[in-house]
């Protein structure tokens, strides 16, 4: 069974510039999370859907970041513009939708590593 | 609000020597407790975990045990492979409000294990 899906896994940008990360999850998996790592630092949480709906983005900066699930399957997270506080790692994560159990585990993608300049 | 702190790395050990990675955290109720490593240039994969005090979570020779009275999941592994090498991240999970099942790490240890 296929993995989480990340792409791109590294990029470059200029401040300023516009840059999208594409996220395709475990076949599924109703929730999907978008966290931010920045170097030396744990893995933060941007935002969470519920199939198509943002149902935390609480920690989202939108100003700047948007993040979309038009089919409740893949999600795109949009940095526009970028500034240089933005170089991290971009994780997304999937896991199967709210049970009487809780949340259960979340399966992470290998990231993309963004480095503004 | 809820957190995590786990020691300061780097941690470099040599083959066979016995690994411990403290971890202590910050929450309001009972939340859900994790391990997760990340290996070079790979994603995170969840080690272990415990949902309740004096659970013992296990994987891969790795334990720890949900200690409520020191609020502490520290990271044990008897005998370290240089396959071992890797990040080691605690977290927890709470379980109240909108950001029920929301993860929150602490910033990580580096592990680097010597032959």
């Known amino acids: 069974e296929a993995g989480v899906v990340q792409s791109p896994r590294y990029k470059i940008i200029e401040k300023k510039q516009p840059v999208a990360f594409w996220c395709n999850p475990i076949s599924g998996h109703n929730t999907l999370y978008w966290y931010r790592q920045n170097l030396g630092q744990g893995p933060e949480l941007l935002i969470r859907?519920?199939?198509?709906?943002?149902?935390?983005d609480s920690q989202l900066p939108k100003d700047r970041f948007s993040a979309e699930r038009l089919k409740g399957v893949d999600s795109t997270l949009k940095i526009q513009p970028a500034e240089l506080g933005d170089s991290a790692v971009y994780l997304c994560?999937?896991?199967?939708?709210?049970?009487?159990?809780?949340?259960?585990?979340?399966?992470f993608g290998p990231g993309t590593r963004l480095t503004v300049t | 609000g809820d957190s995590v702190t786990q020691m300061e790395g780097p941690v470099t050990l040599s083959e066979e020597a016995f690994l411990t990675i403290n971890c202590t955290y910050t929450a309001t109720g009972y939340p859900s407790l994790f391990w997760y490593v990340q290996y070079p240039g790979e994603g995170l994969q969840l080690l272990l975990k415990?949902?309740?005090?004096?659970d013992k979570g296990s994987n891969k020779g790795f334990e720890a045990t949900y200690r409520k009275e020191t609020t502490s999941f520290h990271l044990e592994k008897g005998s370290v492979q240089v396959s071992d090498s890797a990040v080691y991240f605690c977290a927890l999970k709470d379980g109240y409000g909108g950001s029920q099942g929301n993860l929150i790490f602490g910033k990580g240890t580096k592990l680097s294990v010597k032959p």
């Open positions: 994560a999937s896991s199967l939708g709210l049970g009487l159990s809780g949340r259960p585990e979340q399966y």
């Open positions: 415990a949902t309740k005090a004096d």
């Open positions: 859907y519920e199939n198509e709906e943002a149902v935390d």
